[in-house]
């Protein structure tokens, strides 16, 4: 049994449930309503395992302690409010011994077709929006950081393994610039209007190397990339149960 938070629209979900096969179970959690929707609408096929998909806060889960073997999070982590509350509710519902994956960001510099549009935005918008846009999926990039909050939620045998991903835009710079459609500053992208995102455009096409010198990978009539991830595994323990962490009370 998997569970994934923050599943979005079924992404890793459906992988999962491919790799699981149909004795098992995958149940995706996320808070959004509209994302869930989509990730509904995707099919898989015959010999993948079924999937739920429900609605609920990171932090508290209707589901039973020790009721899953595999739980994921797939650049979902950097997003929660309380971090450590969120992976505490993971570690809860993990059978003793159950295996814990979770995926971020590193810095948004490491990625240079975002850190790029991030300059953009500098130029276009300024450094309060700009800045905003950086700190949401490129917001938790310390893999120091988050050894310490996993080993806080209880979680032992914590690995942190950096990985190098591709990242390919078919359709070039406007479906790149596609993106902030999707991201927090969507809302504030669109008091400035169309013109604002053509300005944006041709500033994406400028960078040829990352921020340490490596030349980005051509891509016929479109654009590719590499992001940076630290990849994490860990452990729930045997008999260890995590620690109890205090609930805001806003």
């Known amino acids: 049994m998997v569970l994934d938070l923050a599943c979005g629209p079924g992404s890793a979900t459906r992988l999962a449930a ?19 929707e989509v990730a509904r609408t995707k099919t898989t096929t015959a010999s993948a395992a079924p999937i739920e998909y429900i609605e609920a806060p990171a932090d508290a889960l209707p589901v039973a302690e020790a009721s899953f073997d ?3 999070c797939q650049q979902g982590l950097q997003f929660f409010p309380d971090r450590q509350a969120a992976l505490a509710e993971m570690h809860r519902a993990l059978r003793p ?28 918008a300024g450094a309060a929006l700009a800045d905003r846009y950086r700190n949401g999926p490129w917001g938790f990039p310390d893999a120091g950081q988050l050894l310490k909050v996993l080993e806080g939620a209880g979680f032992s045998d914590v690995r942190v393994e950096g990985r190098s991903l591709d990242v390919r835009f078919e359709s070039g710079p406007s479906q ?3 993106t902030l459609a999707a991201s ?13 995102t053509r300005q944006a455009h041709p500033r994406i096409r400028r960078p040829r190397r990352t921020a340490h010198g490596q030349r980005r990978h051509p891509l016929a009539d479109g654009l590719q990339s590499r992001g940076r991830t ?9 008999s260890c149960r995590a620690p109890r962490i205090p609930r805001s009370t806003g």
């Open 184 to 196: 927090g500053i969507a809302a504030d992208i669109e008091t400035f209007g169309t013109p604002t």
């Open 97 to 124: 011994g159950g295996r814990l994956g979770v995926a971020v960001w590193t810095e948004i510099s490491d990625s240079p077709l975002f850190f790029a549009l991030y300059k953009a935005l500098l130029d276009v």
């Open 70 to 72: 595999v739980a994921v």
């Open 176 to 178: 790149f610039a596609s």
């Open 230 to 238: 630290p990849l994490t595994r860990a452990t729930r323990g045997a």
């Open 18 to 36: 491919e790799a699981v096969g149909p004795s098992g179970r995958v149940t995706g959690f996320d808070l959004s309503p509209a994302m869930l």
